[in-house]
T-cell receptor, first 114, second 109 residues
Framework: DAGVIQSPRHEVTEMGQEVTLRCKPI?????LFWYRQTMMRGLELLIY????????DSGMPEDRFSAKMPNASFSTLKIQPSEPRDSAVYFCASSPSRTGRGYTFGSGTRLTVV | GQNIDQPTEMTATEGAIVQINCTYQ??????LFWYQQHAGEAPTFLSYNVLDGLEEKGRFSSFLSRSKGYSYLLLKELQMKDSASYLCAANTNAGKSTFGDGTTLTVKP
């Protein structure tokens, strides 16, 4: 298994531009999570899906952020328009229904908004 | 609400034992994860405790007391490669985990 695959690994964009982050979870995992990590705020849950359905998006900072999961093998996190304070590492993680196995994280996308 | 506390930094010597503590206050709590994160990398799963007691897995062990809202990760026979951040995460019945800010462990020769 290739694990959780995220793209791109690095993204540098100008303020005001649209940014789309992509994630392919592990096949058979029912849960998909988007986290953001910064030095100041640590690892924050933005949104998570169960069987492709968004369950809790209370961590999404504001309307500039949106996430979709059109099928079991693909999810996107979009920021429009981007701002410098969005600079962070964005992780996608997936897990099976049995939580005892923990989450498997992707390698992350390091986003820099200038 | 969710509140998770763990020390910010710890230092230990190669070959020694170190214990990293974590306290939590979590609604709908149903288990406690520990993850390891090396600098510039993603977190990786170490352990999961659901019931009270100690779970041992090689050099790493994890303990949980649900009544006290307390857990610890015990690392034995420390190696230089154990230098990393260790994240405590409380899982809920809804299936999501809230992470602590992590404890940065530095292992010195």
């Amino acid at each position: 298994d290739a694990g959780v695959i995220q793209s791109p690994r690095h993204e540098v964009t100008e303020m005001g531009q649209e940014v789309t982050l992509r994630c392919k979870p592990i096949s058979g995992h029912d849960y998909l999570f988007w986290y953001r990590q910064t030095m100041m705020r640590g690892l924050e849950l933005l949104i998570y899906f169960n069987n492709n359905v968004p369950i809790d998006d209370s961590g999404m900072p504001e309307d500039r952020f949106s996430a979709k999961m059109p099928n079991a093998s693909f999810s996107t996190l979009k920021i429009q328009p981007s701002e410098p304070r969005d600079s962070a590492v964005y992780f996608c993680a997936s897990s099976p229904s049995r939580t005892g196995r923990g989450y498997t994280f992707g390698s992350g996308t390091r986003l820099t908004v200038v | 609400g969710q509140n998770i506390d763990q020390p910010t930094e710890m230092t230990a010597t190669e070959g020694a034992i170190v214990q990293i503590n974590c306290t939590y206050q979590t609604s709908g709590f149903n288990g406690l994860f520990w993850y390891q994160q090396h600098a510039g990398e993603a977190p990786t799963f170490l352990s999961y405790n659901v019931l009270d007691g100690l779970e041992e897995k090689g050099r790493f062990s994890s303990f949980l007391s649900r009544s006290k809202g307390y857990s610890y990760l015990l690392l034995k026979e420390l190696q230089m490669k154990d230098s990393a951040s260790y994240l405590c995460a409380a899982n809920t019945n809804a299936g999501k985990s809230t992470f602590g800010d992590g404890t940065t462990l530095t292992v010195k020769p």
